[in-house]
T-cell receptor
Framework: SQQGEEDPQALSIQEGENATMNCSYK?????LQWYRQNSGRGLVHLIL?????REKHSGRLRVTLDTSKKSSSLLITASRAADTASYFC??????????FGTGTSLTVIP | EPEVTQTPSHQVTQMGQEVILRCVPI?????FYWYRQILGQKVEFLVS????????KSEIFDDQFSVERPDGSNFTLKIRSTKLEDSAMYFC???????????FGSGTQLSVL
């Protein structure tokens, strides 16, 4: 299976701190994406990083990709209570299907 | 911002009954997907659809499942004879280009009794 696996499974931090989540996958990929899911809602796309990129930024989000280690990390800086959600990585290699990991549940305490 | 809409938001059915879950993808998108998420578990790929045919499907997507784009706007998932283990949140998604970001609907919570 090429599904990504995020760790930690759960993360609890104080507002203002940084949150780092990791994703590991098994096979070669074309791109890797991070999504966010609020409880009981659909997933919202955050950022896409291609296999030839090493780092990408979007606002308070920073994503890195290390294809040699088959891993990616998502950093949320200066976290807010509203960042509380589950975060998933999704990998795509061949064909138009994306495989999602099990997610990291982030709780930001005000 | 355009969005993917799914109906109904909740569907309760008896085991063995047929259900149809409906989705209206974003109008200029060409690639369509169904995913499901059993409570507390990972989001699982079911099927992708492009150019009026299935392009990829997972092992979950067996003969009991089918998809259709009956007109220019709707994209449906049919489960012919529901089982208890089909209970899950079903998400429709669409994308404008191949292997680009997915836009998800809010999901249909299917409960099979």
């Amino acid at each position: 299976s090429q599904q990504g696996e995020e760790d930690p499974q759960a993360l609890s931090i104080q507002e203002g701190e940084n949150a780092t989540m990791n994703c590991s996958y098994k096979t070669s990929i074309n791109n890797l994406q991070w999504y966010r899911q609020n409880s009981g809602r659909g997933l919202v796309h955050l950022i896409l990083i291609r296999s030839n990129e090493r780092e990408k930024h979007s606002g308070r989000l920073r994503v890195t990709l290390d294809t040699s280690k088959k891993s990616s990390s998502l950093l949320i800086t200066a976290s807010r209570a509203a960042d509380t959600a589950s975060y998933f990585c999704a990998t795509e290699s061949t064909g138009n299907q994306f495989y999602f990991g099990t997610g990291t549940s982030l709780t930001v305490i005000p | 911002e355009p969005e993917v809409t799914q109906t109904p938001s909740h569907q309760v059915t008896q085991m063995g009954q047929e259900v149809i879950l409906r989705c209206v993808p974003i109008s200029n998108h060409l690639y369509f997907y169904w995913y499901r998420q059993i409570l507390g578990q990972k989001v699982e790929f079911l099927v992708s659809f492009y150019n009026n045919e299935i392009s990829e499907k997972s092992e979950i997507f067996d003969d009991q499942f089918s998809v259709e784009r009956p007109d220019g706007s709707n994209f449906t998932l049919k489960i012919r004879s529901t089982k208890l283990e089909d209970s899950a949140m079903y998400f429709c998604a669409s994308s404008e280009r191949d292997n680009e970001k997915l836009f998800f609907g809010s999901g249909t919570q299917l409960s099979v009794l």
